[in-house]
């Protein structure tokens, strides 16, 4: 039995061994054509803002590119690629592309069989030229002669010098300006008022409608800045003392400030009302001024950072406002909180420069901070609209120094510490000190309020 058993095994294994081992078919792999470009996101001879921007080509069938091949994709002058991918399986080849220098011109080239599709068929060989963008020209509100005139001056300095600024106490007064000059000889070219305080005034303390300590700044040479420490009311029965601008501390929903009737509403369209007002007098007295309100709102610890789009309909809003109020004075500057803060930017029609405020950074950090914003926002100016030492239990650290910051290539418009101290006991630190300041004037690319004011006597 067992041997039939295995006769029967031999005879079921001849047939399939044949079978196995038939060469006669044949395995014919239909003819594709070659990849055809399709569609390509940026045309030849189109404009650009300098730094990264991505470049999507899409062809007309699913294409294959190795990422170790984006080396050999050129870009000319100063660009170059920095990095290729095909998600998946897909018709398009998504290039990020850095063309780093304005007023440039570009041209990318993939060589032929780079790009490849089925059966490995070679796509032909891709080139467009473009351009970056100068730095932005126009302004997007002011038409006043004196702030075409500051415009002018910082475009033209950009790059080559940065001014030195400094922060009030967050009242209404050059006191720690004159403290700097004190310790070194030099005032910082631009000085930043804010309008926190505005609820209180006019008071014995605190009165905006006397413009003097600005009008005295501005006819001694000096930069006129302006911020909003937008405080309001906790509760709807708030009184006068019981307002903040801490989102944790107020009912206060921002979400709520385009709403006609709402309470929110009702108190920014009042606020709104008074500092134009204000800034009014400042226009009156041909005062331009860099205005730099609702600050470092992607950080959302204020109220107006609650969400980046209540965020942007209040700054339209606000802009609209003024720009019907007929406030031609304001220079609009944006703070940036972080480089992944895109989608809180306002828009280019409403933003004239970009701002950072950083604490406790060393150069190289700055260094880092500086060039995303720039890739980012390659057509506007980038300024440091806040800086100054950082303490936080044990972890305390400066600001690095603004002249190693030069050095490493960080070219802000303006540098701007903030007043006072920081930290507790025996780790108080000014956030900038008397060393920090003789070091910053110490630069040759440093400017104080006597070279601003010489260089603006020459437009």
Request: hydrophobic share 40%; with cysteine.
């Amino acid at each position: 039995m067992k041997n039939n058993i295995m006769k029967w095994m031999l005879a079921l294994a001849v047939p399939v061994s044949f079978t196995a081992c038939n060469t006669d078919v044949e395995h014919e792999i239909p003819a594709v054509d070659a990849p055809a470009l399709v569609y390509a996101s940026l045309t030849d001879g189109a404009s650009v803002k300098a730094g990264d921007f991505i470049l999507k080509l899409a062809y007309d069938k699913n294409v294959f590119f190795a990422a170790a091949d984006t080396a050999q994709i050129t870009v000319s002058n100063d660009g170059h690629i920095r990095n290729g991918l095909v998600y998946g399986k897909s018709d398009t080849l998504t290039l990020t592309v850095s063309a780093p220098s304005r007023a440039t011109d570009y041209t990318i080239t993939i060589p032929e069989g780079l790009v490849t599709g089925p059966n490995q068929m070679s796509a032909p060989a891709f080139s467009v030229s473009f351009s970056t963008l100068d730095l932005h020209s126009k302004l997007v509100m002011a038409t006043s002669q004196e702030a075409e005139k500051l415009y002018k001056f910082l475009i033209e300095n950009y790059g080559k010098k940065t001014i030195s600024g400094i922060m009030a106490n967050v009242a209404w007064n050059t006191d720690e300006a004159e403290q700097v000059n004190a310790w070194t000889g030099h005032y910082p070219a631009l000085n930043t008022f804010d309008y926190m305080h505005m609820r209180y005034s006019p008071s014995n303390w605190i009165d905006y409608s006397d413009i003097s300590p600005v009008t005295n700044w501005a006819k001694a040479g000096g930069i006129v800045s302006c911020m909003w420490h937008w405080n309001v009311p906790k509760k709807a029965d708030s009184g006068i003392d019981d307002y903040t601008a801490t989102m944790s501390e107020t009912d206060f929903n921002a979400q709520k400030v385009t709403e006609d009737g709402s309470w929110e509403n009702g108190i920014v369209k009042a606020d709104l009302e008074k500092v134009a007002v204000m800034l009014k007098q400042l226009q009156a007295a041909k005062i331009p001024v860099l205005w730099r309100p609702l600050h470092e709102a992607a950080g959302q610890f204020f109220w107006w950072g609650r969400d980046a789009d209540s965020f942007k309909a209040l700054w339209v809003m606000m802009f609209n406002y003024f720009k019907e109020q007929g406030l031609d004075n304001l220079i609009w500057v944006w703070t940036s909180e972080n480089k992944d803060d895109a989608a809180w930017y306002p828009g280019d029609e409403y933003v004239d420069i970009i701002g950072r405020d950083l604490y406790g950074k060393t150069v190289e950090e700055c260094a880092e901070e500086f060039k995303a914003l720039t890739e980012l926002y390659g057509d506007r100016m980038i300024a440091l609209t806040e800086c100054g030492y950082y303490a936080d239990g044990e972890k305390s650290e400066p600001i690095g120094d603004i002249s190693a910051q030069w050095n490493a290539g960080v070219f802000w418009s303006w540098f701007m510490p903030w007043y006072g101290t920081v930290g507790e006991g025996d780790a108080v630190k000014p956030h900038a000190d008397k060393a920090w300041w003789k070091s910053a004037f110490q630069s040759e690319n440093v400017l104080d309020r006597e070279a601003v004011k010489e260089a603006m006597n020459k437009l």
